[in-house]
């Protein structure tokens, strides 16, 4: 089992950063992918950013590509998702999720991975 808690979610004019971290209880997140989703109100759950665990390899949603950068910290054990520019339409519950990895799709679909933290709310007012 691997226990994931996000932090830095909050309130942001549109424009605005933040940064969301996601520490984990076990070292490579239990698996090689490592991704954060979100959720609207009323909407699914979407892919918003991804990477595996040594880094080589990135992925981003077309609507956050450019605008949000995913990394990790190997020694604190974490995964940062920084969010520039910030849209109203980015406003959503965001988790981080790790799972076994593989193609692509096994870092894009949320399907593809096993654990999630329990989110964190970001809200951008416009």
């Known amino acids: 089992q691997v226990q994931l808690v996000e932090s830095g979610g909050g309130l942001v004019q549109a424009g605005g950063s933040l940064r969301l971290s996601c520490a984990a209880s076990r070292r490579t997140f239990g698996g090689d992918a490592v991704g954060w989703f979100r959720q609207a109100p009323g909407k699914e759950r979407e892919f918003v950013a991804a990477m595996n665990w040594s880094g080589r390899s990135t992925y981003y949603a077309d609507s956050v590509k450019g605008r949000f950068t995913i990394s990790r910290d190997g020694a604190k054990n974490t995964v940062s998702l920084q969010m520039s520019s910030l849209k109203p339409e980015d406003s959503a519950v965001y988790y981080c999720?790790?799972?076994?990895?593989?193609?692509?799709?096994?870092?894009?679909?949320?399907?593809?991975?096993?654990?999630w933290g329990q989110g964190t709310q970001v809200t951008v007012s416009s």
């Open positions: 999720a790790a799972g076994p990895g593989g193609g692509y799709s096994a870092y894009t679909r949320w399907g593809r991975y096993d654990y």
